[in-house]
């Protein structure tokens, strides 16, 4: 049987004149997304393998805004971004920061 490797980095990428996201907010954030992430069934059943790479901020309401997606599976890219886009965090700690996820799909 085959093994399922799904890797996630988050980085900050940039700031505005806000201050700078805490470590644990940036935490609870990987956190969250890692949660809701995962290798979708049917993709991982027709051996979809690829990366997504996303660039995004969150808004006030705690939502994540997409602002760049690069991938190199079409498959893989519209599971990542729709399930992005239904994200909702606390906001309060992350200020104004634009962030970028880079996610490996692989089956070993």
Do not use: W
Request: charge should be negative; aromatic fraction near 6%.
């Amino acid at each position: 049987m085959k093994n399922i490797l799904v890797t996630i980095v988050l980085a900050a990428l940039g700031f505005t004149l806000q201050a700078a996201a805490p470590a644990s907010a940036k935490d609870n954030l990987m956190e969250t997304i890692k949660s809701q992430i995962s290798y979708p069934e049917s993709a991982r059943k027709a051996h979809e393998v690829g990366f997504v790479a996303v660039g995004f901020t969150i808004d006030d309401q705690g939502r994540v805004v997409i602002k760049q997606v690069n991938s190199n599976n079409p498959v893989l890219k519209d599971y990542v971004v729709q399930t992005m886009q239904q994200i909702v965090v606390d906001c309060n700690d992350l200020g104004q920061c634009e962030y970028a996820i880079h996610i490996d799909f692989e089956l070993l």
